[in-house]
């Protein structure tokens, strides 16, 4: 198997370990590759069609939240900006819809048959994002559910706080989804065959050697992780790592995050010894890349490696 830096091409990338940093947009990336190059995918994809537009990531930067939502504050300590997902309406959600499409579209050829993609969500746009990756070609498979006490939802109708002080817009979440899809098997082949050509088509058992589970308690991001990569959409290793383990069901291959951010699946896919690739648009997210994957890899967490 060629070495993941011939997948590089002309952009700007950095080899960290057996893994690869590389700026660029994620659909000209994806377009570019060989046919089943991947092994599976992992990311947390831009979700808000106005948030992650360049000008309000910069309002976010500075401080002046845009679109972005503001948390309230709790034991003293300053929360990140979230994006308002509720504030999209039908012409940015038929936007989102088309989004996920092409992205499975895209991402399709690049992917081995069977190789599996790990999505992450939230309650507010999962039915319709889910819907658009099966729509762009790929099998739904299911949901893992982060268990995590976000700080989603809860709060009063707003300018009606006090006239409605017994009144929540939406529930307070208390869990995230992870939307599961794979590359569907060519005709009639079994997950045995796929496993024996492909090294694909199933998930990898827990290191104790019991299944895989659709339900896994998490934490919130610890701060030393946010101390490390200041992103807003930070996940922590804790979960990255058991999910990054499962998408190769044989332990080899390569993995890919087209969304990298600051890093942080590329750090798991390295703490676990897998072969893995980022890909990020943004250059001051991927300078913090940079930075943040060999801090992030290095540190302990509670899910055994092997």
Same mark, same amino acid.
């Given at each position: /198997?060629?070495?993941?830096?011939?997948?590089?091409?002309?952009?700007?990338?950095?080899?960290?370990?057996?893994?690869?940093?590389?700026?660029?947009?994620?659909?000209?990336?994806? =377009?570019?590759?060989?046919?089943?190059?991947?092994?599976? /995918?992992?990311?947390?994809?831009?979700?808000?069609?106005?948030?992650?537009?360049?000008?309000?990531?910069?309002?976010?930067?500075?401080?002046?939240?845009?679109?972005?939502?503001?948390?309230?504050? #709790?034991?003293?300590?300053?929360?990140?900006?979230?994006?308002?997902?509720?504030?999209?309406?039908?012409?940015?959600?038929? &936007?989102?819809?088309? #989004? #996920?499409?092409?992205?499975? +579209? &895209?991402?399709?050829?690049?992917?081995?048959?069977?190789?599996?993609?790990?999505?992450?969500?939230?309650? $507010?746009? =999962?039915?319709?994002? #889910?819907?658009? /990756?099966?729509?762009?070609?790929?099998?739904?498979?299911?949901?893992?559910?982060?268990?995590?006490?976000?700080?989603?939802?809860?709060?009063?109708?707003?300018?009606?706080?006090?006239?409605?002080?017994?009144?929540?817009?939406?529930?307070?979440?208390?869990?995230?989804?992870?939307?599961? $899809?794979?590359?569907?098997?060519?005709?009639? /082949? &079994?997950?045995?065959?796929c496993l024996k050509i492909y090294? &694909?088509?199933?998930?990898?058992?827990?290191?104790?050697?019991?299944? $895989?589970?659709? +339900?896994?308690?998490?934490?919130?991001?610890?701060?030393?992780?946010?101390?490390?990569?200041?992103?807003?959409?930070?996940?922590?290793?804790?979960?990255?790592?058991?999910?990054?383990?499962? +998408?190769?069901?044989?332990?080899?291959?390569?993995?890919?995050?087209?969304?990298?951010?600051?890093?942080?699946?590329?750090?798991?896919?390295?703490?676990?010894?897998?072969?893995?690739?980022?890909?990020?648009?943004?250059?001051?997210?991927?300078?913090?890349?940079?930075r943040a994957v060999p801090a992030?890899?290095?540190?302990?967490?509670?899910?055994?490696?092997?």
């Amino acid at each position: /198997m060629p070495a993941v830096e011939s997948l590089a091409f002309h952009y700007r990338h950095k080899s960290i370990g057996k893994s690869l940093l590389i700026q660029a947009d994620a659909f000209d990336w994806l =377009s570019g590759l060989p046919p089943e190059s991947l092994d599976g /995918m992992v990311f947390d994809p831009p979700y808000g069609v106005k948030e992650y537009k360049p000008e309000q990531i910069e309002k976010m930067r500075a401080d002046d939240a845009g679109i972005w939502r503001i948390p309230p504050h #709790f034991d003293g300590s300053l929360r990140a900006p979230l994006p308002r997902f509720t504030a999209l309406n039908d012409a940015e959600r038929e &936007t989102l819809r088309r #989004f #996920f499409c092409d992205l499975a +579209v &895209t991402a399709i050829p690049a992917l081995k048959p069977g190789a599996h993609i790990f999505m992450a969500s939230n309650a $507010f746009l =999962s039915q319709l994002v #889910f819907g658009a /990756m099966v729509e762009g070609g790929l099998e739904f498979r299911t949901e893992v559910i982060r268990l995590v006490q976000t700080l989603r939802g809860g709060d009063r109708p707003k300018l009606g706080e006090k006239e409605f002080p017994g009144v929540c817009s939406l529930p307070r979440g208390g869990y995230e989804p992870w939307g599961v $899809f794979r590359k569907a098997l060519p005709p009639k /082949m &079994t997950v045995r065959e796929c496993l024996k050509i492909y090294g &694909t088509g199933a998930l990898r058992r827990r290191a104790d050697g019991n299944p $895989f589970c659709d +339900v896994i308690p998490s934490e919130r991001t610890p701060k030393r992780e946010k101390d490390i990569a200041p992103h807003p959409s930070l996940k922590p290793q804790s979960i990255l790592r058991q999910l990054v383990r499962a +998408v190769l069901p044989l332990g080899k291959g390569v993995i890919a995050d087209p969304f990298m951010g600051s890093g942080s699946t590329v750090a798991a896919a390295e703490a676990l010894g897998y072969r893995s690739i980022g890909v990020e648009r943004d250059a001051d997210y991927y300078r913090m890349a940079k930075r943040a994957v060999p801090a992030l890899m290095a540190l302990h967490s509670g899910e055994p490696p092997d």
